[in-house]
């Protein structure tokens, strides 16, 4: 089993900048890839990054061109870095990693004012 820790999150205002982190900790030799998915009220959970192992990255429409996802050298941790933020960011923000059954991290919130 993988756990997962997040960091980041909060309020910021429209155009504002916030970074997401998560560390995964447990059976990390089999994570094949990790990423990030949003919920936001009333919505259903979509995904906003990921990246395998190997490198290869996915964005959705929504996130080309403002967020990036990274690995650190641990290649257990992955960071989202949010650029140039919507009102429509705002929702609570989840770490997940694939095994490749899924986990996932406690949430973390981001608000963003208008």
């Known amino acids: 089993q993988v756990q997962l820790v997040e960091l980041g999150g909060g309020l910021v205002q429209t155009g504002g900048s916030l970074r997401l982190s998560c560390a995964a900790s447990?059976?990390?030799?089999?994570?094949?890839?990790m990423g990030w998915y949003r919920q936001a009220p009333g919505k259903e959970r979509e995904s906003v990054a990921s990246?395998?192992?190997?490198?290869?990255?996915y964005y959705s429409d929504s996130a080309k061109g403002r967020f990036a996802i990274s690995r650190g050298n641990a290649r257990n941790t992955v960071a989202l870095q949010m650029n140039s933020l919507k009102p429509e960011d705002t929702a609570v923000y989840y770490c997940?990693?694939?095994?490749?059954?899924?986990?996932w991290g406690q949430g973390t919130q981001v608000t963003v004012s208008s």
């Open positions: 997940f990693v694939r095994t490749p059954s899924l986990s």
């Open positions: 447990g059976s990390i030799f089999s994570i094949t890839s």
């Open positions: 990246m395998t192992v190997g490198g290869a990255t």
